[in-house]
């Protein structure tokens, strides 16, 4: 018997994911507190991260392919001294070096050589799949792991203290990049370049897109609570999309996934004149074009 598909328009939670939980455990905690099987998260944060996950349920989880580019904002320590084997505080040290004398002026002229467009390979301990298999389930069965260096943007790097123990020093900074970007990577490649090696002992994500940390929901109140402060869909499309308003002829034109008159600037949501998300539309030969039906004809 095949299972019925969960169609319910659902929304979106910001869950500030705690250390020591996978974003997919945050999902099943969601998934039971919701009492529904279609949720999705819109970015992986690894266990010791904390900060802002954004979790999706019914049609909502539709929206998450339009947040997964966004910029995203992080807190972070790098400890220059060590490199680690998954470049951050959960692998084993495979280098260190004394840190001590690196002057401040040069860490950070290390740190603003890594912002702007920049080649970076990402951590062997990713998610990156490589001929159908995550990278870290490969690296953790033994196998070694090349992966090709991709094009992001360090938007800015704010440096907010520099402290020394011994031959060991912490830099703690804001980063503000673009999607893909691995601020693991950015501590592995500092280190590097100073001759000391580095790695990360702290990542908090502050903000995806629009959704910052400071809105976020506590995951330990909401089990306790039992309930889930979702917002609604149209309402989560709107932080996620530009929006247009629409009359009654062109909402019925989309439900029927047929073009309309209109000029915008990449995907945008598309609000019907009953404030329900109709679609997601792009502009294809000067028309606005279904990209995604949230609300089809008949349904």
């Known amino acids: 018997m095949a299972r019925k598909r969960d169609d319910s328009p659902g929304g979106i939670v910001v869950i500030d994911k705690p250390s020591g939980m996978t974003s997919h455990d945050v999902v099943s905690r969601v998934r039971r507190l919701a009492g529904t099987r279609r949720v999705g998260h819109g970015g992986t944060l690894d266990p010791m991260a904390t900060g802002v996950l954004v ?25 220059l001294g060590a490199a680690t084997t998954t470049d951050d505080a959960e692998g084993e040290v495979v280098s260190a070096a004394d840190a001590s004398a690196l002057a401040e002026e040069a860490i950070r002229d290390g740190l603003a050589a890594l912002t702007g467009e920049i080649q970076q390979v990402p951590s062997t301990v990713s998610a990156i799949k490589v001929d159908g298999r995550r990278a870290h389930e490969r690296v953790r069965a033994g196998e070694d792991v090349e992966l090709k260096a991709r094009t992001i943007t360090v938007y800015a790097i704010e440096v907010e203290s520099i402290t020394r123990e011994g031959a060991l020093v912490d830099v703690t900074a804001d980063f503000t990049v673009s999607s893909g970007t691995y601020i693991r990577a950015i501590a592995r490649d500092l280190g590097a370049a100073l001759g000391v090696g580095g790695h990360l002992t702290m990542l908090r994500r502050t903000r995806v897109g629009d959704f910052r940390v400071e809105d976020a929901a506590n995951l330990d109140a909401l089990v306790e609570s039992g309930e889930v402060p979702i917002t609604p869909l149209a309402d989560a499309a709107r932080q996620i999309l530009p929006s247009v308003d ?39 030969k000067g028309r606005l074009s279904p990209d995604i039906v949230f609300e089809p004809a008949g349904a």
Do not use: N
């Not at 979790?55 to 400890?79: D, E, N």
């Not at 002829?249 to 019907?272: C, F, K, M, N």
């Open 246 to 284: 629409l009359g009654e002829r062109d909402a019925a034109a989309l439900s029927y996934g047929q073009a309309i008159d209109g000029a915008v600037d990449g995907p945008t949501a598309a609000i019907g004149p009953d404030g329900r998300l109709m679609a997601v539309v792009v502009e294809k």
């Open 55 to 79: 979790v999706a349920t019914g049609k909502a989880t539709r929206l998450l392919t339009y947040l997964l580019g966004s910029p995203k904002s992080y807190r972070g320590t790098i400890r």
